[in-house]
């Protein structure tokens, strides 16, 4: 299993590397999965492989997908911007709205926690949140004790010019 760059996809070299090295696995009998490929996955129970990079097995479903793109670094890297972006407008909405909340900006990832300290109820807070359009998870729906001042948000899936509102809506149910 090949997952890299360099083959084909960066032109008339690569594409002869490419068939070099098909070359080379055909001469002994073996099958070339790649290159940029994450693996295959057969979720048919009288087979059951996961040769990927995936931690566990997805569910087995009538279809499948399979996805070869030399472009996975790049992606990576927008994703990553993409991010940044959602993971900054939330803080500057915190800083507006609830400035008092404390949290550590997070490196990457897709989530904040913020803790709102002492006499806030989050899991409450949660109800009156959502009811506002403006969800969240309470703290302790992840802890095993505690984490009633605590709120985690998701900001992955919000684009960031609704973030703002978002954050003003809980804001408004405290």
């Known amino acids: 299993m090949f997952q890299r760059l360099g083959f084909a996809d960066t032109g008339e070299d690569g594409r002869k590397r490419q068939r070099q090295l098909l070359g080379l696995a055909r001469s002994y009998g073996l099958r070339l999965i790649g290159p940029n490929c994450l693996g295959i996955i057969n979720t048919d129970p ?3 492989m996961n040769a990927s990079l995936s931690s566990h097995m ?3 479903g009538r279809a499948g997908f399979f996805c070869q793109s030399g472009a996975l670094d790049r992606n990576i890297e927008e994703v990553k911007v993409h991010l940044a972006e959602r ?8 800083a507006t709205h609830l400035p ?17 300290g002492e006499g806030f109820d989050t899991v409450e807070l949660a109800k009156k949140a959502k009811a506002a359009g403006a969800p969240f ?10 984490g009633g001042s605590s709120m985690r948000f998701s900001f992955a ?3 960031p010019e609704l973030i703002d509102e978002g954050v003003s809506r809980i804001a408004s149910v405290l």
Do not use: H
Request: proline share 9%; aromatic share 12%; net charge negative.
């Open 100 to 116: 008092s909340a404390e949290f550590v900006v997070p490196g990457g990832g897709y989530f904040l926690w913020a803790d709102l």
């Open 58 to 60: 997805p569910q087995r």
């Open 46 to 48: 009288e087979v059951s």
């Open 87 to 94: 993971r900054d407008a939330l803080i500057s909405a915190l």
């Open 137 to 146: 998870i309470a703290g302790p729906d992840f802890m095993l004790e505690g």
């Open 157 to 159: 899936s919000v684009p």
